[in-house]
């Protein structure tokens, strides 16, 4: 992703411009859940989770995450957030799913971490003058998008219309400059042709907060997006008059091994679905649980105030190298395979609703709905090489690429291309 000429711009445009974050997080545990939603709602459908590892199915929400998590695997040791989206799944001709492997972004080394996201956190830039930022507060939970939706039926005029999209990657090219999310570069649903170098997925969070609610009943109508068109500059709604730091996150599908025609659906329509049994990515939708130790993260976006999102360049924080963000890792509870494998149907209760009306729960559920206390994985990571440089290892033009041996502890990073190591 190329965030260098937005900057740039801002910038020159904005005398008061303020920082952001840039990080990767790795998988932590990938399972069938979903305690953010109304039951009798939503399905659980298969998650990928990242961040601290105090991450529980019950979700009880007087676990503090920044005291009870050991370890975290996200760069920075202070975030022991979680996060968490659905997968997607590819699905053959002959009706069976697996589920798409998951690779680094671009610019987010050294180091290949295994699955996951980057994660980024924006200070407020102007014109806006809401520039005074809340960064959250413990307990705080929020969501963004539906996973029943299945058509396009935002307003284009509102922030929300590109709060989830998609980039079609071809080859290593990062694709459209600036900030992502807008039509015709990002789509609101999946891809419809062949992304040669994979798709990734971009989600805004809302940035308004009623300062009152750290998660209501239905974990969205405490937050809200801005004012207007875009999600940079503009103004907090006056029912949601606090300023929250702008959490956006990017997770890269490694949509390579599937990328012959002849894999695809007879019709020539794309073969991925979310989790959810989405074919269409208008459902595409994530959660948050606020996690970072004590002033941390308002140190983080006071102090951090270099354009660049290195995570080199926020000294107040504590980076830990990929090895150590890869190997944090929590057991699945839920006994049941959902990756690695080819499976008759998605896990769970989530048939494929192809819209464009709402999907529907379905009535009977036969589902695994019991949990079990399994061990921690003692399996390697699995990591993908993607066909981009994380990093770069000599002088570089490009000011977001991090060099490969700027955090102390680093192993080498194999080029793209590379076989990659030993799952
Ligand atoms: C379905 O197709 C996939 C992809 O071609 C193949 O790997 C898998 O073995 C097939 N499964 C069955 C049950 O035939
Ligand atoms: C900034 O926001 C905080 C929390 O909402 C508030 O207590 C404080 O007074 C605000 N500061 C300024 C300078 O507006």
Request: glycine share 8%; proline share 12%; net charge neutral.
């Amino acid at each position: 992703m190329n965030w260098n000429l937005l900057v740039v711009a801002v910038a020159l445009a904005a005398p008061s411009v303020h920082g952001f974050l840039r990080f990767g997080c790795s998988n932590l545990v990938t399972e069938r859940f979903d305690p953010l939603v109304t039951p009798g709602q939503v399905s659980p459908h298969v998650h990928q989770v990242v961040g601290g590892n105090a991450f529980d199915l019950t979700m009880d929400p007087n676990v503090d995450l920044a005291k009870a998590s050991t370890c975290t695997t996200c760069r920075f040791k202070e975030d022991k957030s979680n996060y968490w989206t659905a997968v997607l799944y590819f699905k053959a001709r002959n009706g069976s799913y697996i589920r798409v492997p998951q690779m680094s972004n671009h610019n987010t080394g050294p180091g290949l971490q295994s699955g996951g996201m980057t994660v980024y956190y924006f200070q407020p830039s102007a014109p806006t003058k809401d520039l005074n930022i809340t960064a959250f507060a413990p307990g705080f939970r929020m969501l963004v998008g539906n996973p029943m939706r299945r058509k396009d039926d935002i307003d284009p005029n509102t922030a929300a219309a590109q709060a989830t999209s998609f980039r079609c990657f071809q080859g290593a090219d990062p694709g459209a400059i600036g900030a992502p999310g807008a039509p015709p570069g990002d789509t609101f649903h999946l891809p419809k042709q062949v992304c040669t170098g994979g798709i990734r997925s971009n989600i805004y969070f809302p940035q308004c907060w009623d300062g009152k609610n750290l998660d209501p009943a239905d974990h969205q109508s405490h937050v809200a997006h801005p004012v207007g068109p875009g999600f940079f500059g503009t103004d907090c709604p006056a029912t949601h008059p606090v300023r929250l730091p702008l959490l956006f996150m990017e997770i890269n599908w490694d949509t390579r091994p599937f990328n012959d025609k002849k894999l695809w659906p007879k019709d020539g329509s794309q073969p991925f679905v979310f989790s959810m049994g989405d074919p269409t990515g208008y459902g595409q939708h994530a959660d948050y649980v606020f996690g970072w130790e004590g002033d941390s993260l308002k140190r983080a976006m006071d102090q951090c105030t270099v354009p660049d999102g290195l995570v080199t360049s926020c000294t107040t924080l504590t980076l830990q190298t990929t090895e150590q963000m890869n190997n944090c890792r929590v057991p699945v509870k839920v006994p049941e395979v959902v990756e690695n494998k080819w499976l008759k149907q998605l896990p769970g209760c989530n048939p494929i609703q192809q819209g464009p009306g709402y999907a529907t729960m379905v009535k009977r559920c036969n589902a695994v709905s019991t949990t079990v206390n399994a061990h921690l994985p003692t399996y390697a990571p699995s990591v993908v090489v993607p066909p981009w440089s994380v990093c770069n290892a000599g002088p570089t033009p490009e000011p977001l690429t991090p060099s490969c041996d700027s955090i102390p502890g680093e192993k080498p990073v194999p080029a793209p291309g590379a076989t990659p190591p030993p799952a």
